[in-house]
């Protein structure tokens, strides 16, 4: 047996930040190489995602993981018992093997992906090299443009309001180091606007401020207030993007703006975020449409996607054939990448490398339900993904994930990506 073929496989329950259980891994390798990971959980979810396996019942409302822990310590550690972990596509097909299922339902997604990273940090390990460095190998690699949740709405903050990330990107940051100082002092500024307004509800999921707001577009003018009173410059040095997560909302291109006791169809919601885009210093827009609204969201794409990033999240959902489809489509310019929306690494990888053929744009994504699991900020380096969401600049789940990249930036020296390598410079 070589030192790094696997030789235990084994999960535990632990806790998220919403206090539900969730799934750890960890794996040890013949030549005394571990590896551990954690697999995180979405509130706001597209269709086409992995299923996380789930108990049911009354227990802990019904999220307890009992049934995907013993699918690890079972059937997983079965399936990968002297498996080669350096040879990652390999050990991936035998979980997809194993679970049999389109949607990972039998034995979860969330065992999946828990032990897919843990094997990939194992094989890592036994290669004297953290995971951004063992999966970047010969190539050189970069940090990501941290992109940061400022306000939460939407499945994320009790609907107060319907869209569900007001974020900011320092697109005017010498380093990864500064992108990270702007935004502690962006963050600051809005919860005190907030706090003097009196329209301060308290965090949402991710981190951000829970807003108590009239309507959706004033979450847009307190950023650019926020930004503005950190001393930045709206536009040149901080940007705003945003997740609609449009499917929350609407279904078959009809649109429920309950905030603000508005109905829209698919052109009338488009035409609402063109406005937005034409008054605010908007630089990338994830999931502007529902899913369910292809045509919608290729005359989305046409309209404004030759300034603005168009993301596609619960509409690709980390997969590979959405995003070649999409693009065909003329649909979206850019893919969010969650290793949980399809259950392994080698997935999700061939959702980069799909976003790379198609000219795509690349945002590697935490989910709501985090823990101290830095995995996904290793992803971004050792993929060379350009642009990193981990959820707001607040919560120990959240600042685990920033603060491992200002371990891997003083690596690096604090490289950003090349400005060519974002959507709304490119074009």
């Known amino acids: 047996m070589t030192a790094t073929a696997i030789q235990r496989v084994h999960g535990r329950r632990i806790w998220d930040s919403r206090g539900r259980p969730t799934v750890e891994v960890a794996v040890a390798l013949a030549g005394g190489a571990t590896g551990r990971a954690i697999a995180p959980a979405g509130a706001s979810t597209g269709s086409g995602e992995a299923v996380d396996l789930r108990d049911g019942g009354a227990v802990f409302g019904g999220f307890d993981v009992t049934q995907a822990v013993a699918a690890v310590n079972g059937p997983i550690a079965a399936a990968l018992a002297g498996t080669d972990s350096a040879d990652q596509a390999g050990a991936d097909a035998r979980l997809i093997e194993a679970d049999g299922t389109d949607n990972r339902a039998r034995l ?8 897919s990273m843990a094997v990939a940090h194992a094989a890592g390990a036994a290669a004297g090299r ?7 190998g010969n190539r050189g690699a970069v940090l990501p443009l941290p992109e940061i949740q400022i306000l939460g709405g939407g499945a994320h903050a009790g609907r107060r309001v319907d869209i569900q990330d007001y974020m900011v990107i320092a697109t005017g940051a010498a380093d990864y180091a500064q992108a990270l100082d702007w935004t502690a002092e962006v963050y600051r500024a809005a919860g005190a606007l907030l706090a003097e307004q009196g329209r301060l509800q308290g965090v949402a999921d991710e ?3 829970w807003p108590a707001f009239d309507t959706n577009e004033e979450g847009l003018a307190l950023l650019v207030r926020a930004i503005e009173r950190a001393g930045l410059e709206p536009g040149a040095q901080m940007a705003i993007s945003l997740d609609v997560a449009a499917s929350e909302f609407g279904q078959n291109g009809r649109y429920r703006l ?22 605010y210093p908007i630089v990338a827009i994830e999931d502007p449409l529902g899913e369910d609204d292809a045509k919608g ?8 996607g030759d300034r603005v990033e168009i993301v596609g999240d619960d509409f690709l959902v980390t997969n590979a054939g959405r995003v070649a489809a999409a693009a065909g489509q003329g649909a979206c310019n850019a893919v969010l990448i969650k ?7 080698s997935e999700a990888k061939a959702a980069v490398d799909a976003a790379r053929a198609a000219g795509f744009g690349a945002i590697v994504s935490a989910r709501s339900g985090e823990t101290e699991d830095v995995t996904i900020v290793h992803l971004a380096v050792g993929w060379g993904v350009p642009q990193l969401k981990v ?8 600042m ?7 371990r891997i930036a003083e690596a690096l020296g604090g490289a950003l990506p090349p400005s060519e390598s974002f959507v709304w410079n490119r074009c």
């Open 108 to 115: 979860g997604g969330n065992a999946l992906v828990a032990t």
């Open 130 to 136: 953290p995971l951004w460095r063992y999966l970047a």
């Open 207 to 209: 981190g951000g401020f």
């Open 258 to 279: 309950a905030r603000e006791d508005r109905d829209l169809d698919s052109d009338g919601l488009a035409d609402l975020l063109v406005g937005w885009i034409e008054r």
């Open 297 to 304: 969201m290729a005359r989305f794409t046409a309209a404004v």
């Open 339 to 345: 290793p949980n929306q399809v259950g392994t690494l």
């Open 391 to 398: 959820g707001s600049f607040t919560r120990s789940e959240r």
């Open 400 to 406: 685990a994930k920033w603060n491992e990249g200002l």
